[in-house]
T-cell receptor, first 114, second 114 residues
């Protein structure tokens, strides 16, 4: 199936540091979404992106839809302990057999040390 | 609104047993889907439905059946459980239109097949 390459796989940071993670693909996506999952819970939508070049913020989180439509980035500024969790990117392909379905990245595990 | 609810929270099955994982949503969403989450693999789509009476296969449909008789409910049936189906299962729903890919997830069912 279609692969989304998400990196890094894990991050260990100090409280107050900024965080960056990204997703890349060899195919073009027309929608990018970023989710956060906490232990024992389902993923929660953080940001949705619908246009190439779009930059959207949600509090300390900022995400961008790459110009090539093959990648997306998520930044977290001034991290706090409650940012801990797994962050997933997800995309919807522009065309092909996977049209209409979401493809998820493998996730970035974020640990924040107080 | 309760959002997306899933039952049971935990389940242990023996190889060859069958069972149904329940999923319900009270947001009047047309689109519902089932994912499985395995370590390091992100979420993979099993089956999805774009409305009552309409279902389709996702990336990993083998060994699972679904039906959608009402807008609210989307049960997932395991016909003959296998150890490879040990996983965490998430149900999700989303509205149609612009927000079609902004999926809302349930809390998950952790299934172990021995």
């Amino acid at each position: 199936g279609q692969q989304l390459n998400q990196s890094p796989q894990s991050m260990f940071i100090q409280e107050g540091e900024d965080v960056s993670m990204n997703c890349t693909s060899s195919s073009i996506f027309n929608t990018w979404l970023w989710y956060k999952q906490e232990p024992g819970e389902g993923p929660v939508l953080l940001i949705a992106l619908y246009k190439a070049g779009e930059l959207t913020s949600n509090g300390r989180l900022t995400a961008q839809f790459g110009i090539t439509r093959k990648d997306s980035f998520l930044n977290i500024s001034a991290s706090i302990p409650s940012d801990v969790g797994i962050y997933f990117c997800a995309g919807q392909l522009e065309r092909g057999t996977s049209y209409g379905k979401l493809t998820f990245g493998q996730g970035t595990i974020l640990t924040v040390h107080p | 609104n309760a959002g997306v609810t899933q039952t049971p929270k935990f389940q242990v099955l023996k190889t060859g047993q069958s069972m149904t994982l329940q999923c319900a949503q009270d947001m009047n969403h047309e689109y519902m889907s089932w994912y499985r989450q395995d370590p390091g693999m992100g979420l993979r789509l099993i089956h999805y439905s774009v409305g009552a009476g309409i279902t389709d296969q996702g990336e990993v449909p083998n060994g699972y059946n679904v039906s959608r008789s009402t807008t609210e409910d989307f049960p997932l049936r395991l016909l003959s459980a296998a150890p490879s189906q040990t996983s965490v299962y998430f149900c999700a729903s989303s509205p149609t239109g612009t927000g079609a890919y902004e999926q809302y997830f349930g809390p998950g069912t952790r299934l172990t097949v021995t």
